[in-house]
């Protein structure tokens, strides 16, 4: 008596699944298709769902619109701001895990509280700063100020990960001499990777998706994909297609990382809440 | 069993990261500590004189700063209490045993909303709502709903912050909440279901309790990201229609960046860090406890 009832149970459950899959996925399915469509098939009321599709929108955006360039911009900001991110957290991270110090819990603390401060807080006061430094609208003003949220992840990610690295390793070290430095770089760093890895996918994500700095600090030479996205509404007939082709092409790198850090992404978001 | 180190070696390690932090984060909100006490508009510099607090005491009073606030707060009021319950039964169904596959699936599907770029999601918002021609629309038509003016009408454009605000962060909240019921040992849990056929007991009297930290972990990142919340809604109406959707973080950057009176935006800032703070020390102190 009980399997009918469960097999129901399980064909609710599928149905379920189903929905929730087709809640996440439909918008970026509306998005790829839009951005395959002419202006003139995007204006059609009610809209299509069967058309000729066109890549024209990825090719005006890429090289009329420069989009290309705004994503070239994406590109060196999130890397570069990444990589400092983690040539600047792992040892620092590894000192929280490892050393003994006064002040320990604050120094903890305020890396978390990061996680809690608005951009808008200091886009303004460092919008002023970079004028007077002649940093306006370059990369490394962007680079800097990402700093603020991806150092926290990378530091908060790797001490978990160093944490868990077993202390006789180091101890052993030591004992035949070796400086602390060594044991970072020869024995955790590289223990210690999988940690690093996935905090520098979420620095990358981060980084790549941020609009406030980018739409305040880098109004032009160094604009930013998600800034260049903005601005394509301030005409006066709104080019879906066009939108949807940059948006796709914004979409697509961060959906992939995402995925490859899908189990850690929670996680990244919580500031290590959640393990 | 952690070991003390020299300070020169603690310092190398630890220093620049110190540093950049400082340089990154502190000195910026010094300045903002500072020009908040300025009147300073980048438009009539030559006016710049010091005001003392007369910044705070206009923003304390000012009813378009409480709006903001209010609307806000009505978002988080509304929208959160949604999430946890859509993301509270997301993360019960993939918790149990069966059809495994379908839930690797669903699992992956659950990362894509939140790493979705903001901005993004604000563009998508857009096309997708519009009267005429969004597929929104097009959907309510077909049970024989008339198509409604999301972008254009102060409700119905909050409604649609609202509704994507639900789209991006479900997914987040259901995996927090996922993580917190693989913590209810299984033992305990397999015997609470011998125990009773109802699933709500078990869930009211057994894994609540497990789930109550990840439910913490979701108000504070909830309300800290509601506060900052600009992207989404600055993409999809631009704060608009009026001040319909203009929440505080928008707020904020109108009054900096368009009507370019910095030392204002900066009382504002500062307001909005404190209440952030208050709100997250709040939840701090109840939940990580750890380190």
């Known amino acids: 008596?009980?399997?009918?009832?469960?097999?129901?149970?399980l064909w609710a459950e599928g149905v379920l699944?189903?929905?929730?899959?087709?809640?996440?996925?439909?918008?970026?399915?509306?998005?790829?298709?839009?951005?395959l469509k002419t202006q003139v098939i995007a204006l059609q009321s009610p809209p299509l769902w069967w058309f000729t599709p066109t890549l024209a929108n990825?090719?005006?955006?890429?090289?009329?619109?420069?989009?290309?360039?705004?994503?070239?911009?994406?590109?060196?900001?999130?890397?570069?701001?990444?990589?400092?991110?983690?040539?600047?957290?792992?040892?620092?991270?590894?000192?929280?895990?490892?050393?003994?110090?006064?002040?320990?819990?604050?120094?903890?603390?305020?890396?978390?509280?990061?996680?809690?401060?608005?951009?808008?807080?200091?886009?303004?006061?460092v919008f002023l700063i970079s004028r007077d430094l002649g940093l306006r609208d370059t990369h490394m003003a962007l680079i800097l100020m990402y700093l603020t949220f991806t150092l926290p992840i990378v530091i908060w990610i790797c001490t978990d990960q160093f944490r868990s690295i077993p202390k006789e390793l180091d101890e052993a070290a030591l004992l035949e001499g070796a400086s602390q430095w060594v044991i970072f770089r020869r024995i955790c760093l590289p223990l210690a990777m999988p940690g690093v890895a996935v905090s520098a996918i979420l620095s990358f994500i981060f980084s790549w998706n941020e609009l406030l700095f980018a739409y305040i600090l880098a109004p032009k030479n160094a604009k930013t994909a998600p800034a260049m996205a903005v601005t394509f509404m301030e005409g006066y007939s709104v080019p879906f297609g066009k939108i949807m082709a940059t948006s796709t092409l914004i979409v697509i790198p961060v959906l992939i990382f995402a995925l490859l850090a899908s189990k850690h992404l929670v996680r990244g978001l919580t500031m290590g809440a959640v393990k | 069993m952690t070991m003390r180190v020299p300070r020169r070696t603690l310092f190398a390690f630890i220093g620049p990261a110190v540093f950049a932090l400082l340089l990154v984060g502190v000195v910026p909100l010094g300045f903002a500590v500072w020009r908040s006490f300025y009147y300073f508009n980048l438009t009539k510099l030559s006016e710049s004189r010091f005001v003392g607090l007369d910044n705070y005491a206009f923003v304390l009073t000012d009813p378009v700063f409480w709006q903001a606030m209010g609307r806000t707060a009505t978002l988080f009021a509304v929208a959160v209490p949604v999430q946890i319950f859509l993301g509270l039964t997301i993360a019960l169904v993939l918790h149990r045993p069966g059809l495994g596959f379908f839930k690797v699936l669903a699992r992956l599907s659950l990362v894509l909303p939140m790493a979705t770029t903001y901005a993004v999601v604000g563009l998508l918002a857009q096309v997708m709502l519009n009267q005429k021609y969004g597929v929104i629309n097009q959907m309510l038509g077909w049970i024989g709903i008339d198509p409604i003016n999301f972008i254009g009408d102060p409700t119905n454009a909050f409604i649609g912050v609202i509704i994507w605000d639900i789209w991006q962060w479900t997914p987040f909240v259901a995996l927090i909440l996922l993580a917190g019921l693989s913590t209810v040992p299984p033992e305990i849990e397999e015997a609470a279901q011998l125990e009773t056929k109802s699933n709500w007991v078990v869930l009211r009297h057994v894994q609540l309790p497990y789930l109550i930290p990840s439910l913490v972990a979701v108000l504070i990142l909830r309300t800290a990201d509601t506060l900052k919340l600009f992207d989404m809604p600055f993409t999809m109406t631009r704060g608009g229609p009026g001040s319909a959707t203009e929440f505080i973080a928008i707020l904020i950057e109108r009054v900096g960046n368009r009507q370019f009176d910095i030392g204002m935006a900066s009382a504002q800032s500062i307001i909005m860090l404190a209440i952030t703070i208050a709100l997250a020390r709040l939840y701090i102190r109840f939940f990580y406890r750890e380190v």
């Open chain 1, 1 to 9: 008596m009980a399997a009918p009832v469960q097999s129901k149970n």
């Open chain 1, 58 to 125: 990825y090719w005006e955006v890429l090289f009329e619109d420069k989009v290309g360039f705004a994503l070239i911009n994406s590109m060196i900001v999130a890397s570069c701001t990444t990589a400092l991110a983690v040539g600047l957290g792992c040892p620092a991270a590894y000192a929280l895990a490892r050393f003994e110090f006064r002040g320990k819990k604050d120094l903890w603390f305020w890396f978390i509280t990061n996680r809690f401060v608005s951009p808008v807080v200091l886009a303004f006061p």
């Open chain 1, 17 to 35: 699944l189903v929905l929730i899959c087709t809640f996440c996925i439909f918008p970026f399915y509306w998005m790829v298709t839009t951005s």
